[in-house]
């Protein structure tokens, strides 16, 4: 079993009572559309919380950005993790991709300031959308849950779904 197979099963452990509710909704409903209802699992902090809302607005419960769907910033972001921050954007804005990258860059500190720091990409965002009718065509709950990062200040984002009988 992977890290990330294990820490969605004890994370699920942990708010499989907390899951019930929207379980429940789920089981109820007769199609899938975008108002079938999701769970969204924080478990950044040691007791993790679960809301519940619809696929259709999953934005509003996490920030998603546009920008994040560049391979080019997700390539700084990644040299900025594994070094001095500074130091990955100045060798960013010294490469031959300057001009695309300051592009993109000013359109994620845009997104950030307007929206808040984004959890995950618009392109994560609709791939979890088409996700939860695969889950609802399963009898299952779909779920997110936003998970501590590598570093402080991060966190990373896991989708999975659950057998709605088994919830309730």
């Avoid at 007769?30 to 934005?59: K, Y």
């Avoid at 080019?72 to 594994?82: D, N, T, V």
């Avoid at 960013?92 to 845009?110: G, K, M, P, Q």
Wanted: proline fraction near 4%; aromatic fraction near 8%.
């Amino acid at each position: 079993m992977g890290d990330s197979e294990q820490f969605v099963k004890n994370l699920v452990g942990d708010v499989r009572q907390l899951l019930r509710a929207p379980a429940n909704l789920v089981k109820a409903e007769r199609e899938w559309s975008l108002s079938t209802i999701c769970a969204v699992i924080d478990a950044r902090n040691a007791a993790p919380q679960v809301v519940t809302t619809h696929v259709g607005t999953i934005n509003s419960v996490l920030v998603a950005s546009s920008a994040l769907d560049s391979p080019l910033l997700q390539s700084f972001l990644k040299r900025a993790r594994e070094s001095d921050p500074e130091l990955a954007l100045s060798e960013f804005l010294d490469s031959s991709e300057a001009e695309a990258f300051t592009e993109i860059y000013e359109r994620y500190r845009e997104e950030r300031e307007e929206k808040g720091h984004a959890v995950w990409s618009v392109g994560d965002s609709a791939a979890f959308v088409a996700k939860s009718r695969e889950a609802w065509n399963d009898r299952e709950l779909a779920c997110v849950a936003v998970t501590p990062g590598p570093t402080a200040n991060t966190h990373g984002v896991l989708t999975f779904s659950l057998p709605l009988d088994w919830l309730s």
